[in-house]
């Protein structure tokens, strides 16, 4: 069995996904609702918004797509937490996710973990990046 992640966003998914894409160095497929079945169900300017993107990061899996303003809700209550074997990776991608996002957490030691860090990026999604090593 594989667990994944599904998140949504308010019509900025391919901007996200493919910033994740080159911080975690994933293979990304995206395809636009223009492009499927479901192009009649959304107005012409979100025929080029996400019905299905996929980043597949060393064996996880996080799809996401682009809801319509009225059925979107912002994420809360989740983080998703990716554990490096560097920590001077852990603080390049701590700092690229703060970039115009909130930091919760500067990387730092703590008793669970040799360096932890905990941001919400610019899209809403929060991240607990860190290192064991």
Known sequence: MDI???LNFPGTC???FKTYADLFE???KLFTYGGSPSSQNVPE???GKIVHGNLKIEGMEI???DL???QFKPPQGFSILVELK???RVRKIFSALSQDGTAIMEPQ???WSLCHSVVTDKWGITWEVYSEA
């Open 63 to 65: 799809a996401g797509c």
């Open 86 to 88: 560097e920590i001077d």
């Open 45 to 47: 300017e979100w025929q």
């Open 4 to 6: 994944g992640i599904h």
């Open 26 to 28: 994933g293979q990304l």
């Open 14 to 16: 391919k901007e996200a």
């Open 109 to 111: 030691k703590t008793f």
């Open 68 to 70: 319509i303003p009225s």
